[in-house]
């Protein structure tokens, strides 16, 4: 099995949701488990060795690149959909949107899972 967790909040709130994902870890017993988190908070990796995998949205960076005047304003549309299409082609069997926010919702329903 594997599940992707989409925790796009603070830092905080990512240290605070190591109780839940234990909690998942044993209710789902050998799954593979991903996090997509901001790239900001990279370094708490260490902190979550029950992740398989880190997949990272580029918040800052394509924010940056909106807010540039010369910058091409749609390779930050690009950039999610490369990463979308990347999540999609890992066929989760589940998915959970532990972020509580507008933005979380709209991905999750771009998100494909049975």
Known sequence: ?????????RVGD???QKHLLS????????????????????????????VEQFHFFERKRWFKQISQPNENLLRP?????????KLNYEKFDLILNWTHQKGSAALMELLRAP
């Not at 099995?1 to 909040?9: D, E, R």
């Not at 998942?24 to 991903?34: D, E, P, R, T, W």
């Open 77 to 85: 549309l690009t950039e999610l959909k490369s990463l979308l299409d």
């Open 14 to 16: 990512l240290l605070m």
């Open 23 to 50: 909690s998942l870890s044993l209710k789902y017993s050998g799954a593979q488990v991903h996090f997509l988190v901001h790239r900001e908070f990279e370094g708490v990796r260490s902190f979550f060795p029950e």
């Open 1 to 9: 099995m594997k599940i992707l967790i989409v925790s796009l909040l």
